[in-house]
């Protein structure tokens, strides 16, 4: 008894000094390591030894070396979002001055090849770490580099097919999307389904959740309707769409995961056909996060999970006043990476960035909630459900404060 008395304290003290520790990184710090499972306590900072030299762009002077892998001069679109992570990266050192990080900026040009070179530069120039890329090719670019030199990724990709034993996903991924907003459709008695899905890589991935926990609640499938899509046209949704009229009746949830014009289209057509939405909820996922589909008093009563909101508006507003734009839903990705490596430098010593830290069982908090990295390189989050209002969201389920339940 006394013995075991012993263990417990041991592991309450580890679990505070971990909470205090990283809650010290600054006051929007989140990314608190709720850990039991670390062992011993960490030891002293590591005293850096001469480093390389550095070439390009770098945040931060501390001495922990990250890698921060981006798309910043690609010959699409994507420079725009490597500009929007990179900001939110600075914005974390800034709010956090005491972080000792020193992020290596390196561009990947949305490249298998490119996320290859860039991580061989990073870990040349002594980084520990690698945060990003940000598209699945250049990851796996990336990933090539780094298990030969045995440093561990964070990557922003969705792409699951990235992820590996030290190839960490912290996106928000499909899969624990459909999770959430099937699993509460089952516990509110909706036990027959029908889902219109995209005919993509993405289509197949949220199939196949949704099949899973559609089971995993003794539900059924009425129908699953695939659909393409290309730009604007979205006259195969239509069609569809309306061929979901012979079992409205016998179905009491219908779910549209994808977002953009996908909803509105489905709800304006399926009401033209007589659908009775006060009787059928129509359900969907994290892509449904967006002010087009909020706002729309058409979706009211519908449900679909997603993190929840005060950490990111605040997120948001700072980012807001000093970059004068509004950042995008997934910016806070890059945001949580940097406080989770500020505190897990700050917590956890020369263990900082070892599997059995990352993986820990009980996870982080960052601006998006919960999570924790699995040691096949998913994630798993806590989400809310949310109702839509015609003028906004209300949360129904909140989001899990701990992986001791539901998971």
Known sequence: MASGMRGDDAQQRRRLFLKTALAGTGTMLLGGCMGSTLGSYPGNQIQPEAQPQISGEVIGSGSVRIGLLLPLASTSNDTSVGTVFKNAAALALQNFPSAD????????????????????????????????????????????????????????????SVASRGIYLLSFLPEGNVK??????????KSSYAALIPESPYGAVVEAAFRQEVGRGSGRIATIQRYKQTGSDTSDLVAKTSALTSVLNNIDALFVPAGGSAPSTVVQTLVGQGADFGRIKLLGTGQWDVGQIKSNPALAGAWFAGPEEQNFNTFAQQYQKTYGSAPPRNASLAYDGVTLCAGLVRAAGQQRFQQNILTNRDGFIGIDGLFRFQSNGLNQRGLAVFQLTGAGVQVISPAPRDFRSGF
């Not at 949305?110 to 996320?115: E, H, K, Q, V, Y």
């Not at 959430?180 to 008695?189: C, E, F, K, L, V």
Request: proline share 3%; no cysteine; charged share 15%.
């Open 101 to 160: 990080l020193q992020l290596l900026v390196k561009d990947t040009g949305g490249t298998a090849t490119g996320g290859r070179a860039a991580a061989q530069a990073a870990i040349s120039e002594g980084a520990e770490l690698i945060l990003g890329p940000v598209f699945s090719t250049a990851v796996s670019g990336a990933a090539q580099a780094a298990r030969s030199s045995g440093i561990p990724v964070i990557a922003f990709s969705t792409d699951t």
């Open 180 to 189: 959430r907003i099937i699993g509460y459709a089952n516990s509110q008695r």
